[in-house]
T-cell receptor, first 112, second 118 residues
Framework: DAKTTQPPSMDCAEGRAANLPCNHS???????VYWYRQIHSQGPQYIIH???NNETNEMASLIITEDRKSSTLILPHATLRDTAVYYC?????????????FGGGTRLMVKP | DTGVSQNPRHKITKRGQNVTFRCDPI?????LYWYRQTLGQGPEFLTY????????KSRLLSDRFSAERPKGSFSTLEIQRTEQGDSAMYLC????????????????FGPGTRLTVT
């Protein structure tokens, strides 16, 4: 699985967009980008994933650069409940049992 | 609630004691995963099952650790002769069967069991 780099922490004002970056410069052509988040005292929760096109669902949007070396998770209107650690994971679907390799993630603090 | 459940949620034990955790996955999810998470770190993979078969084990899973999924439903993780370094959150996750072509299915995580070894 490709290595990812995320800032350790970020702040965001409630109601504003939260933009969480992830660098994955060694990503290979068949690796997808996945995002999970972990709210305090809970297990991780899947957010979104993508290969090369931008993706959007009810939780967030994922923007992947054209060269696929980086991506940004966007929470369009952050709420206090979005305070969590966000993990960016790059991997090949179906590879090695689909176990997830988590890095340190970004601790997002949404402030009123 | 039909999500992944784990019991107990908290366990405090003395060094040298054995502990066992249980995970009940979402029904019909044939894959079950165990992860360990220490304070301030992301979860680390321990092992996974497809039905009752244990298909992969991490190097983190020392011989003091054993996991079972006897009927392909719930799973147990036992730690023998606990050490203070075993103190962590133990997370279980499950996912549905995959389709040909390696289509990704998200993993659904339980709330975890927090183990404290004194």
């Amino acid at each position: 699985d490709a290595k990812t780099t995320q800032p350790p922490s970020m702040d965001c004002a409630e109601g504003r967009a939260a933009n969480l970056p992830c660098n994955h410069s060694t990503i290979s052509g068949n690796e997808y980008v996945y995002w999970y988040r972990q709210i305090h005292s809970q297990g991780p929760q899947y957010i979104i994933h993508g290969l090369k096109n931008n993706e959007t669902n009810e939780m967030a949007s994922l923007i992947i650069t054209e060269d696929r070396k980086s991506s940004t998770l966007i929470l369009p209107h952050a709420t206090l409940r979005d305070t969590a650690v966000y993990y960016c994971i790059v991997r090949v679907p179906g590879n090695a049992g689909n176990m997830l390799t988590f890095g340190g993630g970004t601790r997002l603090m949404v402030k009123p | 609630d039909t999500g992944v459940s784990q019991n107990p949620r908290h366990k405090i034990t003395k060094r040298g004691q054995n502990v066992t955790f249980r995970c009940d996955p979402i029904s019909e999810h044939n894959r079950l995963y165990w992860y360990r998470q220490t304070l301030g770190q992301g979860p680390e993979f321990l092992t996974y099952f497809q039905n009752e078969a244990q298909l992969e084990k991490s190097r983190l899973l020392s011989d003091r650790f054993s996991a079972e999924r006897p009927k392909g439903s719930f799973s147990t993780l036992e730690i023998q002769r606990t050490e203070q370094g075993d103190s962590a959150m133990y997370l279980c996750a499950s996912r549905p069967p995959g389709l040909a072509g390696g289509i990704f299915y998200e993993q659904y995580f339980g709330p975890g069991t927090r183990l404290t070894v004194t």
